[in-house]
């Protein structure tokens, strides 16, 4: 895997940050079920792992 500098990452995570709010904002005008919800729930789902991993990452270049 490449290495990325903090700052990189640090930048990525608050994309991915942005772009959780946005989905759960999203995802509140969906009821349950529909497509829309769903394919929200999936991104969302994306989301919180690739910030865990960022996360973790930084961890580990400090």
Do not use: V, W
């Amino acid at each position: 895997m490449n290495k990325f500098s903090n700052e990189e990452l640090t930048e990525a995570l608050r994309a991915i940050n942005s772009i959780i709010s946005k989905c759960e904002k999203a995802q509140e005008k969906f009821p349950e079920g529909n497509s829309h919800h769903t394919l929200l729930r999936n991104r969302l789902k994306a989301m919180y792992i690739s910030k865990e991993l960022i996360t973790d990452a930084i961890s580990k270049n400090s």
